[in-house]
């Protein structure tokens, strides 16, 4: 599977930004992760294709962002509003028959883009 994200860029604290992902064909799991320098990757939001779209967030970004997409046709939003400097961060799209458990662990999904920046000043 082949991911396309675009979106990204640079905004002030309390901004808004969306990203978006496109698949070269569906999958059971789509997911955002983020990573900052020195960090880990990171859970951001996912959605289950096979559970009816049910979505998934972290606590840091719960009820600022949102994830959504169409299944039927592979693409993937993130829309972010209220940006924080700490969500400062490289943005991956990601893909996989991901189980329930584990959806919020980078090493369980084996299709990933290429990462979109995006940049929170104070």
């Known amino acids: 599977v082949q991911l396309q994200a675009s979106g990204g860029g640079a905004v002030q604290t309390g901004g808004s930004l969306r990203l978006s992902c496109a698949a070269s064909?569906?999958?059971?799991?789509m997911a955002w992760f983020r990573q900052a320098p020195g960090k880990e990757r990171e859970f951001v939001a996912a959605i289950r294709w096979g559970s009816g779209g049910r979505t998934y967030y972290s606590d840091s970004v719960k009820g600022r962002f949102t994830i959504f997409g169409d299944g039927a046709k592979k693409t993937l939003d993130l829309q972010m509003n209220d940006l924080k400097p700490e969500d400062t961060s490289v943005y991956y799209c990601?893909?996989?028959?991901?189980?329930?458990?584990?959806?919020?662990?980078?090493?369980?999904?084996?299709?990933w883009g290429q990462g979109t920046q995006v940049t929170v000043s104070s």
């Open positions: 064909e569906r999958v059971g799991t």
């Open positions: 990601a893909a996989g028959n991901v189980i329930l458990s584990s959806l919020r662990r980078s090493r369980y999904y084996y299709n």
